[in-house]
Nanobody
């Protein structure tokens, strides 16, 4: 299984970006798909997740109302739509997928089985 993340870039505060995470080798169906981010000097932090078959979505408080996670099981691609970006959103964003996660574990990066290579997002004020 490989994950290929893309869509990062540099934007001004208030702008938007859409990140994509294309999977090969295994369908997304049934897996939890998530996005994490890591800013310089910080630990990797949870951003958003779709739990298993996509009925429920979870967000970090810092991105609620601004970011939307989705996935297309036919295209085997996950997305993170990011609106109203702020300078504090600046980080490298990673997509991840986990098999058979339980709900309480979706916030823990160590629980995920596969990771994309990261895509950098820079938001200027």
């Amino acid at each position: 299984v490989q994950l290929q993340a893309s869509g990062g870039g540099s934007v001004q505060a208030g702008g938007s970006l859409r990140l994509s995470c294309e999977a090969s080798g295994r369908t997304f169906s049934g897996d939890t798909v998530a996005w994490f981010r890591q800013a310089p000097g910080n630990e990797r932090e949870f951003v958003a997740a779709i739990f298993r078959n996509g009925g429920n979505r979870y967000y970090a408080d810092s991105v609620k109302g601004r970011f939307t996670i989705s996935k297309d099981n036919i295209k085997n691609t996950g997305y993170l739509q990011m609106n109203n970006l702020k300078p504090e959103d600046t980080a490298v964003y990673y997509c991840a997928r986990g098999r058979r996660l339980i709900l309480s574990s979706i916030y823990n990066p160590a629980q995920y089985d596969f990771w994309g290579q990261g895509t950098r997002v820079t938001v200027s004020s």
